[in-house]
């Protein structure tokens, strides 16, 4: 332990030759030192000493010391090496340190010093000293005011300072810093003993320059002052070129950037793939879009998919897959260097162009490909339809026999075309290409007419010049042309320089118009004895003409039909399934905004009186001689309203029957009883479209109950309902026996007393029918439809279709029951097959299911499974003594306590056989089956059955085997039985009334 000092120790350690001194580590200053301390700390007395500040020391060593204090109180010394340097010259101390206690019993630090001068520098430090002339690295001494102490040759050439150790006016060393917060920075980082890196801006004679600065505190080898050792080099190249290359890193992420901003807007798909990883570099959204694979986008950006694990999606895009496959081998060739470009078709119509080129790196080393794909689609339809148009075109001016004239207005010349000339009979060298070869041939009666229309389109009356004349052919017959043209062009004075045309040979139409005005007459009168209805419209679509049929069909006089259009809504007129007829799709109004005929359009039109009749309507356009829409259409229809009412009558039949056999199949579907009537209920409730279905059930008194129902919203549900009819008690049924309906198409007039129509309205019910469900000659139920919201005529074949599906109901209802019979037998008969019948447990075929089950299970999830197997001691005993009836008993009352003692609903009591039992106990430990076992074994001693021949007890023991294990692949149930029988024969030779634990690995 520390010691405390004395006056004659101080006396004693003043009169040493050794340095010796005190010094309070707590309190940061010198307690005492003797006259050869005073001088190795270049101190002019022991009073001076004594008052120096010590507080500047460093923070690590002020903690050093600190820690020495633990040290000397445990006794313990310490020895270090320090360097003073007394009257400028350096000296090598060797100080012990030791606890001592000075006043108030604090712990201080005792010095023992060693002394030995160097006089001579050795060669490593000569080797030092060259090392610092020749180094590149700047490095040198400062004061701790800045005043430079030294500086090497390559400090000297940075900075220039002048050695002055007794200035401080200026701090050189702060001076270097372009900026003063880094200074600042390195003598905080000074004054805590740490040591201070940077990159900094320092100025020297070369400017400003970077330097990498180590700086640090440490003591003046001369002096022993503290000291600022500096430690720089130069990184202005290096600074520059990192700036260089950050800025041209900028640079290029600003033009991936742009690069990327104009592929993630562009139409264009692009693709970059390296073909020797086969990984994606680069794609854009718009590749993934006409790839169709957006789904597998998220997942190509994070790289977590390669070129080949796309393909097998965009594949089944492509139309002709092997030549596609041929196209895509010159483009893994690496001295193909060419641009490619194809199109792709895909199976979807779309035509995919494909430009491919190589990428190779700085070394011209070939790497991928960037790929290219643009939907050119719109482009190729649109140079589809332009040849679909000139080749009509082409067709239209050839094909339909029209010929094509050119006139040029400046020199008179005509072009006529080969078809203009065969018009007329000509071969094509017979006509020149003057205008006069036209002009002599027109008929004189027209010429004035022709010129007419001419000058009219010349000076921009009309739009097109549109005339009909005739023409001499040149056999001398003469033919009439439509003929029709257009100013192409025109000079900038506004006369016309160009003007093509066209003649269309009319001369059939013309003898047809003809032929066709000389017949009117006899059409006219033929049409006025038609039994066909016979109107005439006009362009406008007002009825001019009508006969006396069409006034008779639609009960209207001529009066009143003229000047009606079929837009006019007073026609009421709808189609075959109800809906309104829109004017607009008249046949009529139709031929003339189409100019083709209608046929065979079915309309009901609604007479004055209210009556429907049902026609069907064909028309016919009219033309007039110039012009390509119909200027009249004649409309002409027959009354087929007895045809109709026979085929709609025949269509409801038909559809009765067929939502019928629906709605049966629909019952018959299901075993379930509740799933029949339920079906029932919900399919005749849609069918009528009455607001409830239900069925009512007779109890065996004849009071019944709602067991089923459907109610539409708004009405009150009725369900599980008991209503009991005295009428029904009364007569046990009697008045449905005979499948009797009962129809009420108003409850109010159907006569029933004022307790049933309250009961009724109760149920809200206005009107109702009523079928019998009869299961032989017993009537099971009524199936019955409320209509609530108004009375209803209920039409003959709804009471129909009820009673047919009351008796595919009753068929229904009577298989569900008998099936239900056969479930409950053979619920039965399984229980039987699974029960002991002595015992009334489970029998030696349910334990085995039971743990064929348990195994497989527990073989799955990995849990315990435990047996115990059970016998009676001395049993063969018991009965020898007091008969096999006795025996029985005490088996019944044995394996009672069993089911007692077993009281989880998992686990499973059964009778093995004899007087053996066995438990099944699953996910139960060997613990936990060992405790089950002493329960079994308490309940059999307190049933306390005698037995006077055991030589164990005298009552009836039993001895049981434990089994337990976890289930592997490798075993099998029998082993777990075989491992209980094994405890169970440990548990008889161990003496019986015992249990035995045996436990599987």
């Keep these: 332990m520390p010691k405390n000092i004395s006056v004659a120790d101080l006396i004693a350690f003043d009169r040493l030759q050794t340095p010796i001194w005190i010094y309070d580590i707590q309190n940061l200053h010198m307690w005492w030192a003797n006259q050869s301390a005073v001088r190795i700390w270049n101190a002019q007395s022991r009073e001076e000493l004594l008052n120096r500040n010590f507080s500047d020391i460093s923070e690590s060593t002020h903690t050093r010391m600190q820690s020495y204090l633990q040290e000397f109180q445990q006794g313990k010394t310490i020895t ?88 401080s006016v200026e701090n050189i060393f702060l001076s270097h810093f372009v900026d003063p917060n880094v200074a600042q920075q390195a003598m905080k980082a000074i004054h805590s003993g740490e040591i201070f890196s940077t990159e900094a801006q320092v100025l020297t004679t070369e400017e400003i320059q970077w330097h990498e600065i180590d700086i640090r505190c440490t003591r ?55 073909n020797r990883t ?19 986008e998220a997942q190509m950006r994070l790289g977590a998919l390669k070129n080949n694990d796309i393909i097998p999606d965009c594949i089944p895009l492509i139309a002709d897959v092997p030549a596609f496959a041929e196209s895509c081998k010159p483009l893994q060739s690496e001295e193909n260097r060419c641009m490619i470009e194809d199109e792709i078709s895909f199976v979807d119509g779309r035509t995919i162009r494909r430009c491919s080129s190589q990428i190779r790196d700085t070394r011209d080393q070939y790497f991928g490909r960037l790929y290219i794909f643009e939907d050119i689609t719109p482009r190729k339809q649109i140079e589809a339809a332009l040849k679909t148009s ?31 000339k065969e018009m007329l009979g000509f071969a094509e060298h017979e006509i020149g290409n003057t205008l006069s070869e036209w002009e002599q041939r027109v008929h004189c009666d027209d010429k004035a007419r022709v010129y007419e229309e001419i000058s009219k389109h010349l000076c921009g009356e009309t739009q097109q010049y549109v005339s009909e004349y005739r023409i001499e052919c040149k056999d001398g017959t003469y033919k009439w042309i439509l003929d029709r043209g257009q100013i192409s062009s025109r000079a900038e004075n506004g006369l016309p320089l160009r003007m093509l ?305 009351a008796t595919q109901l009753a068929i229904a209802i009577q298989q569900s029951e008998l099936y239900q019979q056969l479930q409950r037998a053979n619920h039965q008969l399984e229980n039987m097959a ?57 088996l019944r009352f044995i394996a009672q306590a069993f089911k007692q003692s077993v009281k989880r609903s998992r686990d499973l009591a059964a009778r093995y056989g004899g007087e053996e039992f066995v438990v099944i106990l699953p996910n139960t430990a060997s613990d936990g089956a060992f405790y089950v076992a002493q329960e079994i074994h308490k309940a059999i001693e307190q049933l306390n059955i005698p037995h006077a021949a055991s030589p164990v007890k005298h009552h009836v023991t039993l001895s049981i085997g434990i089994a337990t294990v976890i289930p592997t692949p490798n075993m099998v149930p029998l082993d777990l039985i075989e491992a209980a029988d094994q405890a169970l024969y440990q548990a008889k030779a161990n003496g019986r009334n015992r249990s035995c634990i045996n436990r599987l690995s």
Excluded at 400 to 417: I, K, R
Aim: charge should be negative; hydrophobic fraction near 35%; aromatic fraction near 8%.
């Design 220 to 274: 003046d080898p001369v002096t022993g002052n503290s000291a600022i050792l500096v430690n720089e080099k130069n990184i202005t190249k290096q600074k520059a070129a990192l700036q260089e290359r950050q800025r041209a890193e900028s640079e290029l992420r600003w033009r991936e950037a742009l690069l990327r901003s104009m592929t993630e807007t562009s139409l264009l798909g692009f693709f970059v793939v390296d």
């Design 501 to 805: 045309g066209t003649h269309t040979d009319i001369t059939e139409r013309k003898r047809i118009e003809e032929a066709l005005r000389e017949s009117e007459q006899r059409y006219r009168s033929v049409i006025t004895a038609m039994a066909e209805g016979i109107v005439l419209q006009q362009s406008d679509g007002r009825i001019t003409t009508c006969n006396d049929s069409a006034e008779k069909i639609l009960g209207l006089t001529a009066d009143q039909m003229m000047g009606r259009t079929s837009t006019d809504p007073r026609w009421q007129a709808i189609h075959e399934d109800g809906s309104s007829f829109p004017g607009e799709t008249h046949p009529a109004i139709v031929t003339l905004r189409t100019g083709k005929p209608q046929f065979n359009v079915i309309m009901g039109v609604h007479k004055p009186d209210g009556s429907l009749t049902w026609i069907s309507i064909n028309s016919q356009p009219l033309f007039e001689s110039d012009e390509s829409k119909p200027s009249a259409v004649v409309a002409s229809f027959t009354d087929i309203t007895v045809g109709k009412q026979a085929q709609i009558a025949l269509q409801q039949q038909t559809e009765r029957e067929r939502m019928v056999y629906a709605i049966a199949q629909h019952i018959r579907e299901s075993l379930n009883l509740d799933e029949i009537l339920n079906t029932t209920v919900a399919e005749v409730r849609h069918f009528l479209q009455t607001d409830r279905v239900i069925i009512y059930r007779f109890q065996p008194d004849w009071s019944g109950v709602i067991v089923t129902e459907s109610v539409a919203a708004g009405w009150q549900s009725i369900l599980n309902m008991e209503i009991t009819d005295n009428y029904f008690v009364k007569t046990q049924g009697q008045c449905y026996q005979e499948s009797t309906l009962r129809v009420t198409p108003d409850i109010y007039t159907a006569g029933f007393s004022p307790c049933h129509i309250e009961l009724l309205e109760k149920l809200q019910v206005r009107a109702k029918l009523v079928v019998p469900i009869l299961q032989g000659d017993r009537l099971w139920g009524l199936l019955v439809a409320h209509h609530c919201s108004a009375s209803r005529q209920w039409q003959p074949w709804e009471n129909e279709l009820l009673q047919k599906l």
């Design 834 to 890: 699974m029960v002991d019948e002595l015992t009334q447990i489970a029998n030696r075929r349910c334990f085995d299911n039971r743990l064929n089950s348990v195994w497989q299970y527990l073989l799955r999830e990995q849990g315990f499974v435990s047996l115990l197997l059970c016998d009676i001691d001395y049993f063969k005993q018991y009965n020898d003594t007091y008969g096999h009836a006795t025996g029985d008993d005490c």
């Design 80 to 167: 270090e090496n320090w360097t003073f340097y007394p009257e400028g010259k350096p000296v090598s101390v060797r100080c012990l340190f030791s606890g001592i206690q000075i006043e108030q019993g604090r712990m201080a630090m005792l010095v023992e010093a060693t002394t030995e001068f160097i006089n001579q520098i050795d060669r490593e430090t000569l080797r030092s000293i060259e090392a610092l002339r020749h180094t590149t690295v700047m490095i040198s001494l400062y004061t701790m005011d800045g005043v430079p102490l030294m500086q090497n040759p390559a400090a000297l050439r940075c900075y220039r300072d002048t050695l002055h150790p007794n200035s």
């Design 278 to 296: 086969d990984e994606i570099l680069y794609f854009n959204h718009h590749f993934c879009k006409i790839w169709g694979i957006e789904h597998l």
């Design 390 to 420: 000139e080749e009509r075109w082409q067709y239209a001016l050839e094909g339909n026999g029209d010929a094509v004239w050119d006139l040029n207005a400046e020199t008179n010349e005509v072009f006529f075309s080969r078809r203009w």
